[in-house]
């Protein structure tokens, strides 16, 4: 555990999961909400409350609500991620086998890792409460007067204590969970890319399918997961304010949510041990191919003259192109990055949309117009569907989060594994190397992102045929090919942009889990601020968030309308019109692919 805890120390990607969850409950919870409170002007107290109320859920007595509720939905990913990046990474380098052959035993390096884990999880879960703590202190002495003696003191020992031991047990079995997928896809990239997709995507979209449906395969799905125990075990506090609204979402009783989560963690825990004593710790692979190659090389003047025949660029990156994709054919991670954005969508779009049609004026639906639920599911609507369900904001994160996971997991791997060396020494050169495998990438997101509109369309024709027994029923023409090459360009473009800013990543960083920790950053903490204080923006501000890629991704995403059944209105303040969009978002794809191509030429491999 000591060995443990030195790297963790010295690994500031460790550091910065750690500190995610902290600066989330400063910036978003505090910050955020007192800078609303001060702005708060009477036309907005119908829909927005009071400042009395809203003041209320920022004072002391509410601290342990709001640092509680930091551990379900996204706030529970740096866990995950932090178990994933320090088994997959044993694992990806290679230090397994070393610890193994040192250590103590399998049994007790695996328990080791895991007391530093622990203790790892522990700090941040009690530096949580603690900024909680000192910022709804400091905001009890700004508001002075205003405030209520009873909600400006502390909640009592009992109660805190019972709040950090809910968020400790969410935060340990999340952390075990990625231990496990560390271990098992040997990988930290590969592991960290999953455990963020089923945290940030996946869970999230369930939550939502539940709630709607109180039957059925996809509750009793849902139920099991983990998100839905921590939800219940979290939100059995209350709701900032002193409300108590969050007990209609508490799908599982407290007392299951308890059972389930520490199954989680014992069955994490065993299975994790059972492939960690079972797997052969030796890597003899590289050994085998580095044979191969000697048998295979070309003795004599012809092998000679095979090295020194002239290569053409064209070539080169032909050749370097075919390599990365054939790389990245061979890894999971890549292919669950690709295919979750369609699959999101149809979820999102179709599925939770349809729910929502089928279940109309009943339990959580009442007053949900079913008419105009059906519209927004038939052909002529399927490109707003396509970019809200799939490019949109979703479980507070952008769909376009997941191509930078894409490029921060594909540059960073190079590097990180040192075959980006390899790769130069043998490769056609280092623009050529880099201009294939930024050609990959491209191809990987125009894949998927051509997959989503492809769906979208089949699923609108479906339930057009289903609902109206006609393929093109009054309304449901699909739209003019003008309108669909604007919005397949939009999403292209998007994706570029976020790929291109997430290979930088890597490659700069020189390390897949370093990059996605930064990406995780970026989609948890600062896209959520940012867009929370968009509609906020005045005067020169609005000039320089319209230069930020999350101005230009509104009107990408709204290029094509909102369906305001289930996101609302979008917010246009201090938005950007398309074609200036487009322009933006294609300056940002340009620079940052040209990054990686400079750093790479530049650096020292050596």
Sequence with gaps: MRAELLVLRKWPAAWGLLAITPLLVLLSDYVAEWIFYLTLTPANYSTEGTPAQNLQGLLPSQFNIIAVFQFTFAGTAPFIVLGAAMAGGDWGRGTITTALLQGPGRARTFAGQVGALVVAVTASVLATFAVAAAASSVIRLLAGKSVNPVAGA???????????????????????????????????????????VWTLIVEGTLWDLALQLPHGLVRTITDLTLNASAVTVTGDFGTPG????????LIVRPAVAIITLLAYIAAALVLTLVVLRRRDAVIATSRRLRLRSRRRRPAGSAGRKRQQRPESAVTGVLASLRAELLIMRKRPAVWALILVLPVDM??????????????????VSLGVNAPQVLSSLLPDQYLMAALNGGFGEFNDVYGTAVFMLLGALVGGSDWG???????????????????????????????????????????SEVIALRQTGSLAPAGGQFPAFGHVAAA?????????????????????????????????????????????????????????YQLLPDASTNALVNLDGTPSYYYGPSQQEGHVGPALAFGILGLYAAVFLAIPALVTRRRDIA
Excluded: D
């Excluded at 495998?437 to 990987?444: I, N």
């Excluded at 790929?499 to 996605?516: E, K, N, P, Q, Y």
């Design 346 to 363: 149809l979820i999102n779009s179709y599925g939770y949309a349809y729910v929502l049609y089928a279940t109309a004026n009943s339990g």
């Design 242 to 249: 002193g409300g108590a609204g969050s007990q209609n979402y």
């Design 488 to 544: 397949l360009a939009a999403g292209l473009v998007l994706g570029l942009a976020y790929m291109a800013i997430g290979l930088t990543l890597g490659v700069w960083l020189r390390s897949a889990g370093a990059a996605i920790g930064a990406v995780l950053l970026w989609a948890v903490v600062a896209e959520p601020a940012i867009e929370y204080f968009a509609g906020q923006l005045h005067g020169i501000i609005v000039k320089v």
């Design 154 to 196: 502390m909640p009592g020992t009992g109660v805190i204590a019972e709040s950090v031991g809910a968020a400790l047990l969410v935060a340990i079995a999340y952390g075990v969970v990625g231990l496990f997928l560390g271990t098992v896809f040997r990988s930290a990239a590969g592991a960290v890319a999953v455990a963020l």
């Design 417 to 459: 594994r040192n075959t980006i060396r390899t790769a130069l020494l043998q490769g056609p050169g280092r623009w050529r190397t880099v201009a294939g495998q930024s050609l990959a990438l491209a191809a990987a997101v125009a894949a998927s992102v051509v997959l989503t509109f492809v769906l979208a369309a089949a699923a």
